[in-house]
């Protein structure tokens, strides 16, 4: 079985500042997609960005991007220019892309970070 | 597009009673969901995986008498909490794949459900 685990319990960062959340996966698959949620006071869960094993290059989204590290199974999101809206919990997130079974798409989640932006 | 709904969004209900949660896929087709639990500033943990059509795959541990999950249809899915209990108060998240045969890397998740069991 997949598992993830995010150390950073709570973060903080200055508005304008970067900050950097870590994750950790264990698998034996070869391919599969990692992904990163945000789920704001609201606990609507927002997808942030993802990224397939099988590409080499870290995936950006405007002022988020991620360090991939295969073999390391590595998966941290960085978030530069912080902004008050980027206060939240971070959820990291592994998908399995094995297409078979009843279960096909399952996520399993890390523990999640909760981030905390100061003016 | 892409839209998940629950309804209700909070529930509160006497202990010994039932109560249905609905997820919604409102502008798609989604042959599988997925129903979570949260826990206040804790992960969302996997209960169950509800194809259409066929009876629910749940994950260790979750009591399938006690969380009925129902997907009669290709947009519906529902979930059941039966004589429910104060330790079942949670919030509820559910998800929704898009059907076979459409490239998806992610799943697309309801508003959640607070469930309050009194």
């Known amino acids: 079985a997949q598992t993830v685990t995010q150390s950073q319990p709570e973060m903080s960062v200055q508005e304008a500042e970067t900050v950097t959340l870590s994750c950790t996966y264990d698998?034996?698959?070869?391919?599969?997609?990692l992904f990163w949620y945000k789920q704001p006071p609201s606990r609507q869960m927002i997808l942030v960005i993802r990224?397939?094993?099988?590409?080499?290059q870290n995936a950006t989204e405007n002022r988020f991007s991620v360090n991939f590290q295969k073999a390391a199974k590595s998966f941290s999101l960085k978030i530069s220019d912080s902004q008050l809206g980027d206060a939240a919990m971070y959820f990291c997130?592994?998908?399995?892309?094995?297409?078979?079974?009843?279960?096909?798409?399952?996520?399993?989640f890390g523990q999640g970070t909760i981030l905390t932006v100061h003016p | 597009g892409a839209v998940v709904s629950q309804h209700p969004s909070r529930v509160i209900c006497k202990s010994g009673t039932s109560v249905k949660i609905e997820c919604r896929s409102l502008?798609?087709?989604?042959?599988?969901m997925f129903w979570y639990r949260q826990f206040p500033k804790q992960s969302l943990m996997l209960m169950a995986t509800?194809?259409?059509?066929?009876?629910?795959?749940?994950e260790q541990g979750v009591e399938k008498d006690k969380f009925l999950i129902n997907h009669a249809s290709l947009t519906l899915s529902t979930l059941t909490v039966t004589s429910a209990h104060p330790e079942d108060s949670s919030f509820y998240i559910c998800?929704?794949?898009?059907?076979?045969?459409?490239?998806?890397?992610?799943?697309?998740f309801g508003p959640g459900t607070r469930l309050t069991v009194t």
């Open positions: 509800s194809n259409e059509g066929s009876k629910a795959t749940y």
């Open positions: 502008d798609f087709q989604a042959t599988t």
């Open positions: 990224q397939e094993a099988y590409k080499q």
């Open positions: 997130a592994y998908r399995s892309q094995d297409a078979g079974g009843t279960s096909y798409g399952k996520l399993t």
């Open positions: 698998t034996s698959e070869s391919d599969y997609y």
């Open positions: 998800s929704a794949r898009k059907g076979l045969g459409q490239v998806t890397y992610e799943q697309y």
